[in-house]
């Protein structure tokens, strides 16, 4: 793999010439000279730098509130561990290593072992159940193909996707088809997930002059 070197915001990154694989991407991961301001991952053989600023309301917030709903939810009925933002995912199969914008592992996946902490650090490995990314203006092309067919290949059984940044935005739970994911059929407004047995909706209001998003949730019965 060539050495590239990356710079942005007196931002600079460079990724060792010893990065050739799935493996050595984890162990640069690991080590103490790796820029965390970076959105940094590795996908099919391909390191992909990210050191462009989030957009606050259309990526900040979105993600936010999507998280503090879910972690909320996932602690309050001990379904497993939310991760917001943060824990890098790895899985040698599908060949990668990112950090989405959340990650769901329930109680069952890591009794299984489809799920493992490395040595109690910053990194998943294995198949959670859910995943979110919320795309931005540097992201389109990852998160919409890259990223969706990696998940896939990775077993993950749920994808959000969420692309706020025209209104009105787009929410999607994307789920487990034959070859791929598919989205989920809403019911009304609602759109039902099969992994947290609730169904949400993803509203966007104007709140002092800006956008604002708020995540609701309806159980059935």
């Known amino acids: 793999m060539i050495r590239c070197i990356f710079t942005v915001d007196d931002v600079v990154v460079i990724v060792p010439e010893w990065v050739?694989?799935?493996?050595?991407?984890?162990?640069?991961?690991?080590?103490?000279?790796?820029?965390?301001?970076a959105q940094i991952s590795y996908l099919h053989d391909e390191v992909w730098v990210d050191l462009s600023r989030e957009q606050i309301f259309t990526h900040?917030?979105?993600?936010?509130?999507?998280?503090?709903?879910?972690?909320?939810?996932?602690k309050a009925n001990r379904m497993g561990r939310y991760f917001a933002h943060g824990a890098y995912l790895s899985n040698v199969e599908?060949?990668?290593s990112h950090k989405p914008d959340g990650t769901f592992v329930s109680s069952e996946?890591?009794?299984?072992?489809?799920?493992?902490?490395?040595?109690?650090?910053?990194?998943?490995?294995?198949?959670?159940?859910?995943?979110?990314?919320?795309v931005s203006i540097s992201t389109v092309k990852k998160d919409n193909e890259l990223l969706r067919d990696a998940y896939f290949l990775a077993g993950i059984?749920?994808?959000?996707?969420?692309?706020?940044?025209?209104?009105?935005?787009?929410?999607?739970?994307?789920r487990r088809g034959g070859s791929g994911f598919v989205a989920v059929r809403k019911r009304g407004m609602w759109t039902p997930s099969e992994v947290f047995e609730t169904s949400?909706?993803?509203i966007e209001q104007i709140e002092e002059g800006h956008l604002a998003f708020t995540l609701e949730t309806h159980t059935a019965g």
């Open 20 to 37: 050739v694989d799935l493996e050595s991407f984890r162990r640069w991961g690991r080590e103490d000279d790796f820029p965390e301001k």
């Open 60 to 74: 900040t917030e979105v993600r936010g509130e999507i998280n503090t709903v879910l972690r909320t939810m996932v």
């Open 94 to 96: 599908a060949d990668f």
């Open 109 to 134: 996946a890591m009794r299984d072992g489809r799920v493992k902490i490395h040595d109690g650090q910053d990194e998943l490995i294995g198949s959670p159940d859910m995943v979110l990314e919320v």
């Open 157 to 174: 059984r749920e994808y959000w996707l969420v692309d706020a940044r025209k209104s009105p935005h787009k929410f999607e739970i994307l």
């Open 200 to 202: 949400f909706q993803l």
